[in-house]
């Protein structure tokens, strides 16, 4: 995931997926030419059947919970 700096606050993304569950290990951040600001999120997932799935799913609720602040990739 990435941001603008000036734009975006990762607490809200955050705090959003641990309450869906999700079990958040650590979270890193670096930035890139003074620009953007990039995080690496490692997560903890139970043994399941397919972790396309869950790729997808977190996919889809970081872009909304990212969305919800007032941010878009467009």
């Known amino acids: ?16 997926l641990e309450e869906d569950g999700f079990v958040i290990v650590d979270v890193s951040s670096s930035s ?6 990039f ?3 490692h ?6 059947d397919s972790y396309k799935l869950v790729c997808e799913d977190l996919r889809q ?3 909304y919970l990212y969305e919800k602040c007032g ?4």
């Not at 000036?6 to 705090?15: E, K, T």
């Not at 890139?32 to 600001?37: H, I, N, V, Y």
């Open 61 to 63: 609720r970081v872009l």
């Open 43 to 48: 997560l903890q997932v139970d043994k399941i």
């Open 32 to 37: 890139s030419q003074g620009e953007w600001l």
């Open 39 to 41: 995080y690496t999120l």
């Open 71 to 74: 941010n878009s990739f467009k």
């Open 1 to 16: 995931s990435s941001s603008k700096i000036h734009n975006f606050s990762i607490y809200n993304v955050l705090n959003g």
